[in-house]
């Protein structure tokens, strides 16, 4: 069982940057794809960003095209920790946001159903 809660969602200005957390409880968190997904009132929960886990710990960085360029999602081991570093927000990035993990590898990262656990979501609000 991994339990997750995000942290570091407020309220912003457009242009502005901000970093989400995500921190995980289990020993085996450099084994996990970790993903972000977010979902704005009235909208389906979507992609955002993901580091798939591969083999000796390796991690693949995927993005969302509305966020690449601006986001930035990484992790620390040693802290049980997954970021998403929000730079040049825009009030379209107005949404909650969603850590999830799913041990190993994940072929279908960008898909919400691939991960089998979730945080219960920090709200995002980018002011224009």
């Known amino acids: 069982q991994v339990q997750l809660v995000e942290s570091g969602g407020e309220l912003v200005q457009d242009g502005d940057s901000l970093r989400l957390s995500c921190a995980a409880s289990g020993r085996t968190f450099s084994g996990y794809t970790m993903g972000w997904f977010r979902q704005a009132p009235g909208k389906e929960r979507e992609f955002v960003a993901a580091?798939?886990?591969?083999?000796?710990?390796?991690?693949?960085?995927y993005y969302a095209n509305s966020v690449k360029g601006r986001f930035t999602i990484s992790r620390d081991n040693g802290k049980n920790t997954v970021y998403l570093q929000m730079n040049s927000l825009k009030p379209e990035d107005t949404a909650v946001y969603y850590c999830?993990?799913?041990?190993?590898?994940?072929?279908?990262?960008?898909?919400?159903?691939?991960?089998?656990?979730w945080g219960q979501g920090t709200q995002v609000t980018v002011s224009s």
């Open positions: 580091q798939v886990w591969s083999s000796a710990d390796t991690y693949y960085a």
């Open positions: 999830a993990a799913i041990l190993g590898y994940s072929l279908t990262y960008y898909r919400a159903g691939a991960y089998r656990y």
